[in-house]
């Protein structure tokens, strides 16, 4: 049986943005690569010219050229594209291939009615915002801060923020006050952009209060501007325009600031969930490169696509999604519970929409395959080419799933990546087949690999995930770093000179890639080492089991210490002997005797980020003694309450003193 489950169409070359690169590397610069291994061997080991073959082979926008490609290869420190001056926004609102009436942004969501908006009409409104935001005393280099949900206004103040060289920031307006305050206080914006709340399914959820502790807390702001979203007739609060105001008519002509490469576009954060979110500060010219290059080359978006990726402003997914203009795709946005009215809103969408490409995580597509979910019997998703998941490993069954019940022709891609290079760094190509349970190479560019512990890189066994050569799309720095301390020790510490991303991954000999887990959440028994991710496969493959999460707490004397396994059961089900044994005996039959878990306990819910990210390392720190509040940012958390359980099974376990 093979594990095949799609192969490129024979045409593939003739029909695909990056065949269409690979004819134009052959004119204009005498290269011929037998195979995507080939090319992606050149793209890693002269990235100066593959970098600067995607700036010409894209016809970058740019107001001074620059006068090289890469000075200073080494990491941290690599100079991209010095001399450069250009602006994010001037190339996406390009949309080359896209007519101005062409639908370009086309929003649904559980609050208001769909809006359309065209290519003529984008434009119009992010000219009209960036003279707004000039008027407020918007310039270069300001803060430009959004508390707001996936939907056009948010887009068009990235847009408009970006237009005049000033800096944005989102956070989803399901962010507590805490979790705002704490990334934006470290960023001092001037400007706060924000929604009055919203519905999630036909729940309404009125945020004033916090955007009132918001305002309060930020000192430098100069400037509230309110859109009234979940009640548009309400008057804006006291001392805030209405979005309105700032988008009101007026003569002033589109501009774009030339800033330069490495000119700060946003700043995006790290999830926060222990201490101060990282604040990563992103560049116009990496991340437009590396849009590009993902987009066209391995997404193989254009003009005839749309693009919709269910995602939050809170997740760098958005900032993926919205760069897709500049590759001349129209754009889908939602906002809201993608479970309500059940789980096949986003499929409905997806056939409403005209989605081409339809982005996901991995763990909504299991909770569908769980659900007995067909979208294929309650869409027509005929128009569906490119199918992608990621936010967490998809095993094998996932894709399996994907090719019985959501369409046969789709290509599958999986991948990961992260907020740290807003980008997959590793995930698929329209030039090789997808195998079940496998990210199918490493992105172009991108050079991955796995190291063993001793550092040297290995094949076909599992390993850290490093990247060896500089990427542009690389932060720029963190905000308030001036020496690069923080930026070093968050990724150059372990191997110096080599970025260590924090995942374990195995490369097989093909190029294909599988990811297991966070490395700090890295079960280790007996010199076993084996990713969380297998693990979740297994039990949360039982009908019994809803989710998971699994903690190793070591033994400091070096023995095998406790694996401890904690289950959210279905409804109605409570965690029996007989249960327990059910889930040792899948464990020890699918992986090893050295990961049946110590104890099993059953639990309300799994602690999660607010883009659903599992928290074991938090629940590993509470169960060893650590308080609450020092091992969480409970505003960083989807359901904060759940740590509680793990508290009082942590004070439990506690041996009393002699």
Not at 5 to 25: E, F, H, K, M, N
Not at 94 to 105: F, I, L, N, T, Y
Not at 328 to 354: C, K, M, S, Y
Not at 521 to 534: D, K
Request: proline share 8%; hydrophobic share 40%; with cysteine.
């Amino acid at each position: 049986m093979t594990d095949v489950l799609w192969t490129p169409p024979a045409d593939v070359l003739q029909r695909s943005r990056i065949g269409a690169y690979l004819r134009w590397l052959a004119e204009h610069r005498g290269l011929q690569f037998a195979d995507y291994d080939a090319l992606w061997r050149w793209s890693v080991t002269d990235p100066d010219a593959f970098w600067r073959s995607i700036w010409d082979h894209f016809d970058v926008v740019a107001h001074t050229p620059p006068t090289a490609t890469l000075v200073e290869r080494a990491m941290p420190g690599a100079r991209w594209f010095p001399g450069a001056t250009l602006n994010y926004a001037e190339n996406v609102l390009r949309m080359p291939g896209k007519a101005d009436d062409a639908p370009v942004v086309i929003a649904h969501g559980q609050t208001r009615e769909p809006v359309v908006l065209t290519a003529a009409q984008l434009r119009e409104q992010v000219r009209r915002v960036a003279a707004g935001l000039r008027r407020l005393g918007v310039t270069s280099g300001d803060r430009v801060a959004a508390y707001a949900p996936n939907i056009p206004e948010t887009y068009v103040l990235l847009l408009a923020t970006a237009s005049l060289g000033a800096v944005f920031s989102s956070c989803a307006p399901e962010f507590g006050t805490r979790s705002v305050t704490d990334r934006w206080q470290q960023i001092e914006p001037k400007v706060l952009v924000a929604v009055d709340g919203y519905r999630y399914g036909d729940k309404p959820v009125d945020r004033r209060a916090e955007v009132a502790a918001i305002r309060a807390a930020l000192p430098s702001l100069r400037h509230t501007v309110a859109i009234g979203y979940l009640d548009p007739d309400a008057p804006a609060p006291d001392g805030a325009l209405a979005w309105t105001e700032l988008a009101a008519e007026t003569d002033e002509p589109t501009s774009f600031a030339p800033v330069p490469f490495d000119h700060p576009l946003y700043v995006l954060y790290s999830s926060g969930t222990t201490g101060l979110p990282k604040p990563i500060v992103h560049g116009h010219g990496g991340i437009l490169l590396e849009h590009l290059k993902m987009l066209a080359l391995h997404h193989d978006l254009g003009p005839a696509d749309r693009f919709f990726w269910f995602t939050t402003t809170g997740w760098m997914m958005w900032n993926f999604l919205v760069s897709a203009p500049a590759v001349g795709a129209a754009i889908v946005l939602f906002d809201g519970n993608p479970g309500h009215p059940d789980l096949g809103t986003l499929w409905r969408l997806a056939e409403q929409t005209g989605a081409t490409y339809l982005g996901t995580s991995a763990p909504f597509l299991l909770a569908c395959r769980k659900a007995g979910l067909v979208p294929r019997e309650i869409a027509d998703l005929s128009a569906l080419r490119g199918l992608g998941s990621t936010g967490a490993p998809l095993p094998a069954e996932g894709f399996t799933w994907v090719y019985d019940a959501v369409g046969s022709d789709l290509q599958l891609q999986s991948l990961s990546g992260g907020t740290d290079v807003c980008t997959g760094f590793v995930g698929g190509v329209p030039l090789l087949p997808v195998h079940a349970g496998e990210i199918t190479c490493r992105a172009l560019g991108a050079k991955v690999e796995a190291r063993s512990p001793d550092g040297t890189p290995v094949i076909g066994e599992l390993g850290e995930l490093v990247i060896t050569e500089p990427m542009p799309s690389m932060p720029v720095g963190f905000w308030n770093d001036p020496d690069g301390v923080r930026y070093r020790e968050a990724y150059f510490d372990v191997y110096p000179g080599v970025w260590r991303h924090g995942d374990w991954i195995t490369i097989n000999s093909r190029g294909g890639c599988v990811i297991t887990g966070r490395s700090d959440a890295t079960l280790n028994r007996g010199g076993v080492r084996l990713g969380t991710a297998e693990f979740y496969s297994v039990v949360e493959g039982l009908d019994e089991v809803v989710d998971s999460v699994v903690v190793h707490l070591e033994d400091d004397q070096g023995g095998a210490g406790e694996l401890l396994l904690f289950v959210v059961l279905a409804e109605g089900l409570a965690l029996d002997d007989e249960l327990r044994r059910k889930i040792c005996r899948e464990l020890r039959t699918a992986l090893s005797p050295r990961h049946v878990p110590d104890e099993i306990h059953q639990v309300g819910a799994v602690p999660r980020t607010l883009s659903a990210k599992k928290l074991e390392v938090p629940v590993k720190k509470i169960l060893t003694g650590t308080p609450v509040d020092q091992a969480a940012a409970k505003g960083a958390l989807a359901n904060p309450e759940s740590l509680t359980a793990f508290a009082a099974l942590a004070h439990h376990r506690t041996p009393a003193g002699p």
